[in-house]
C-alpha cells in the first residue's frame, strides 16, 4: 500500500545539513519510513477499510448497471411492440410514446451511473488521503518521541528523493546514498508504534 508521495529535497539544503551534523553523527539516526507505513497495524486496518468501501461501492455500481441494463432490454420491447402493424394506430402511437418515455430513462440513468461513479471515486480518494495524512502524523510523532529519548538531534528518512530537474526531463535520486545502518530506528519506531495493536486489526476494524 503505497501512499507516499515523492519527497523533494534540494541538494543544497542536504549538504548544509550533512555539514552542520559531521561533528556529531552519533546523533544523527535514520528511519526507513515508508516500512513503518506499511507495517504499522493502522495501515492495515486502512487498507481493510478502503478495501470494504470500495467493494460497497462496486456492488451499487454493478446494480445501477444492471438495472440500466434491464431498461434498455425493455426500450427494445417496446419499440418493436410499437412497430407492430396487428394493433390499431392508436395504440401503436401510444407504444411508440411509452417507448420514448423509456429511452428517457435510460438517458437519465447513464447519466446518474456516470455521476455516482466520478463522486465515488472522489470520495474514496479523499478517504485514502485522509487516512494516510492521519497515520502519517502520529508515525512521526512516534519517531520525535523515540528521537528525544534516545539523544538523536536529527532523523532522516532512508525513503526520500531528491528531484533533479534535468533539461531531458526531470527525475529523482535517493536522497540517503549511503547508510550503515548503526543508528537506524525503524524496528524500534514500528515496535512502538505496534505495542497497542489488537489480535486482529482487520476484525477490530469491521466491528468498530
Known sequence: MNYFPKRVVLAVCLLAVAVGVASAQSKTATVDLSKVFDKY????????????????IDKSDREMKATWQKSKEDYQKQLAAANDQAVSPEERENRKKAAETKLKDIKDSEENIVQFERQANANIAAQKERMRKN????????????AKSTGYALVIDLGAQTYVADPSGPYYTPTVVYSSGENDITEAVLTQLNSTAPADPVKAAEKK
Open 41 to 56: 497495524w493502522k495501515t492495515e486496518q486502512a487498507t481493510a477499510a478502503l478495501k470494504d468501501r470500495a467493494q460497497e
Open 135 to 146: 497515520i502519517l502524523e502520529e508515525i512521526k510523532l512516534a519517531i520525535n518521541s523515540k
